[in-house]
T-cell receptor
């Protein structure tokens, strides 16, 4: 079965600074990778996903992620964050067995 | 599109009571997932349906939990009897059945508190 590790439980950053949220996965088969964002008292919303092809994936709200098969990573980046990016971010992995596994989440706090 | 609809949004009940959570998936979606989110265990998949048929219920914690999907537009998750450790946020998600790479769309969740 696949699994996901989000290396940072909390990431504080100042507004307009760049940010990287780290995600590593383990799987013995080909995977699909996802980043979801959860705002307070809301459900999860897809930011971006990697299925195949180009390893650099662009998503909504200026986020992007790079799939690195050799390092089994799928880190999320944004060059300049806003206050409104404050939320919980989840990395997830699944394969053709439809068993989606989520990481523990990273709480991004953007400070003015 | 209204998105995935869940009800109730909040539920407070006493230990031993029956709790029923409801979900209406996005029209045209034929895969449905139930998740539980807690601080201790994060997001856990409880069960998922494909074309109204339960495919994998290995995440259901115990016999007190049951889920049904009588038609393509409605699913329930029932806990009977409820216990304080069942307190969590329960999410329903749906997607088209194009495969595991398809996006799951989440509802707003039901926040359950069992006293």
């Amino acid at each position: 079965a696949q699994s996901v590790t989000q290396l940072d439980s909390q990431v504080p950053v100042f507004e307009e600074a760049p940010v990287e949220l780290r995600c590593n996965y383990s799987s013995s088969v080909s995977v699909y990778l996802f980043w979801y964002v959860q705002y307070p008292n809301q459900g999860l919303q897809l930011l971006l996903k990697y299925l195949s092809g180009s390893t650099l994936v662009k998503g909504i709200n200026g986020f992007e992620a790079e799939f690195n098969k050799s390092q089994t990573s799928f880190h999320l980046r944004k060059p300049s964050v806003h206050i409104s990016d404050t939320a919980e971010y989840f990395c997830a992995v699944t394969s053709n067995n439809n068993d989606m596994r989520f990481g523990a989440g990273t709480r991004l706090t953007v400070k003015p | 599109d209204a998105g995935v609809i869940q009800s109730p949004r909040h539920e407070v009940t006493e230990m031993g009571q029956e709790v029923t959570l409801r979900c209406k998936p996005i029209s045209g979606h034929n895969s449905l997932f139930w998740y539980r989110q807690t601080m201790m265990r994060g997001l856990e998949l409880l069960i998922y349906f494909n074309n109204n048929v339960p495919i994998d219920d290995s995440g259901m914690p115990e016999d007190r939990f049951s889920a049904k999907m009588p038609n393509a537009s409605f699913s329930t998750l029932k806990i009977q009897p409820s216990e304080p450790r069942d307190s969590a946020v329960y999410f329903c998600a749906s997607r088209i059945s194009g495969g595991a790479g398809e996006t799951q769309y989440f509802g707003p969740g039901t926040r359950l508190l069992v006293l």
